[in-house]
């Protein structure tokens, strides 16, 4: 049995529901994935549009989403709230009823018995199903999603939560659609590149575009890394292995200081680094506060080789926590090379760790004075085989944008000291 009929044209649309992304807080970004998501099986988005809770609102952008594609997929509003209401207006505009399916209400109710709760009333709309629906497994919370097929048109319903809808798609919804649509689309990769500025990267792989003109390279800086995203069209298999050509020019242009690719993030590869190095990590923090610990423990398992870090933000606290000499901090200031350096030789000894690093500088937007500038920051590295190295940084850009960038720039040092790169010299 199929669950959706062959399609007449490739082409969808998108519809996120929920009046906060009408508002000035929240962005749709399920969009993002689906359109990804989609062009993998050569489904055109067409249409993609953001509308509120409200039924009139909702009614009409379903009707208009439904006229433009085949296909729609559409997020938010399946859940137990009374402005929670996709699934009604849908209903009504189908002119098909809702009928209660006992087994997702046992489901919904076991969910919450778990929890040691008694599933409050309200919940029990989740059950109610538009009658010919595919129910969709839900395995990360307790809304069901659905796929439902009337007059020509396919029409997918799934989660407003990302997490949720990502793990619908790829355990359910994805699969039915990918066995109608295929998997012939654009198949995409993106390529990560630490410690260089932009240009440069532009500059090295400017031969790969060359060798590669039909395919669709984007390069784009983002938090202190550079990514290259590429896409080639085929089947799984030729399309992976048409990829692998185009990463492998890149890295011959590139070298090492590519770092990942796709879902791999700097501080999972420095992690991975440390561990198969058997070496452990402290740090000593000021002007990112704890950031550079917080992107390091965002790592499962980071515990194996991260010890710990002293926000040591006031002078005070860098002499008490972590031995900087007076002397020093008189001298050169707090934001120099020579604080920085005794911080991370404080951070190591401190915490017993292989190797310390440390962070200082002037995250701005005030603080700062023409020798120092806003956006100096120090990085300091010291580790227990004798490599000392030390950065100075000049950025421009405001408070978060340079405590982001310093955390990449740190994250950047420790790789390079783990391949053996270090700058800054030995001391
Ligand atoms: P819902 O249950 O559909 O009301 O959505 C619950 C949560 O998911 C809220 O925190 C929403 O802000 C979030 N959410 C809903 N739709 C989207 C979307 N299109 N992109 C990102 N987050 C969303
Ligand atoms: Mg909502």
């Known amino acids: 049995m199929t669950d959706v009929a062959a399609p ?12 906060e992304l009408l508002g000035t807080t929240r962005l749709d970004t399920n969009s993002l994935f689906l359109a990804g998501e989609l062009l993998t099986m050569g489904v055109r988005v067409v ?14 952008e379903l009707r208009v989403a439904l006229g433009r594609a085949p296909l729609l997929v559409a997020s938010g509003g399946l859940g137990p709230t009374a402005d929670d209401r996709t699934k009604e207006v849908l209903a009504a505009l189908l002119g098909r009823p809702l009928v209660r399916d006992e087994a997702i209400l046992s489901r919904l109710r076991e969910r919450f018995r778990r929890r040691g709760i008694e599933m409050p009333k309200v919940n029990e709309k989740q059950a109610d199903v538009i009658e010919g629906a595919v129910v969709l497994a839900n395995p990360r919370g307790s809304a069901p999603g659905f796929l439902v097929e009337a007059a020509g048109k396919t029409v997918v319903l799934l989660p407003g939560v990302p997490d949720e809808l990502k793990a619908m798609w790829v355990e ?17 990769r993106t390529l990560k590149v630490g410690g260089l500025p932009e240009s440069v990267v532009e500059e090295r792989v400017e031969p790969v ?42 890295r011959k242009a590139l070298g ?53 870090s002293a926000v040591t933000y006031a002078n005070a606290a860098k002499a008490d926590l972590v031995g900087v000499s007076e002397e020093t901090l008189e001298r050169f200031g707090a934001v120099s090379e020579e604080t920085a350096r005794e911080m991370a030789f404080g951070a190591r000894k401190r915490f017993g760790a292989s190797v310390g690093v ?22 300091a590295l010291d580790a227990a085989d004798g490599t000392r190295g030390h950065r100075k940084l000049l950025m421009p850009g405001g408070r978060a944008l340079v405590r982001r960038w310093t955390t990449s720039a740190a994250l950047v040092m420790i790789r390079h000291y783990l391949m053996g790169r270090t700058e800054g010299g030995r001391k």
């Open 172 to 188: 359910d919804a994805g699969p039915r659609l990918a066995r109608v649509y295929g998997t012939t689309g654009y198949h995409r």
């Open 256 to 308: 090492s200081d590519v770092f990942g690719r796709n879902d791999e993030t700097l501080e999972g590869v420095v992690g991975d680094l440390l561990r198969a190095r058997g070496l452990t990590l402290a740090l000593a923090e000021s002007c990112t506060g704890g950031l550079l610990a917080g992107r390091l423990t965002d790592v499962a398992g980071s515990s194996d080789y991260f010890l710990g």
């Open 8 to 19: 007449v044209d490739c082409t969808a649309s998108i519809l996120a529901v929920g009046s």
């Open 358 to 379: 440390a962070v200082t500088g002037i995250a701005g937007p005030g603080g700062g004075s023409p020798e120092k500038p806003a956006g100096t920051v120090h990085l």
């Open 209 to 250: 575009y060359a060798a590669h003109p039909d395919c669709p390279i984007t390069i784009l800086a983002a938090g202190g890394e550079v990514q290259l995203q590429f896409a080639v069209r085929g089947t799984p298999e030729e399309a992976g292995a048409a990829l692998d050509r185009i990463e492998r020019d890149f």
């Open 47 to 60: 249409r993609k549009a953001c509308v509120g809770d409200d039924a009139g609102d909702l009614g009409a």
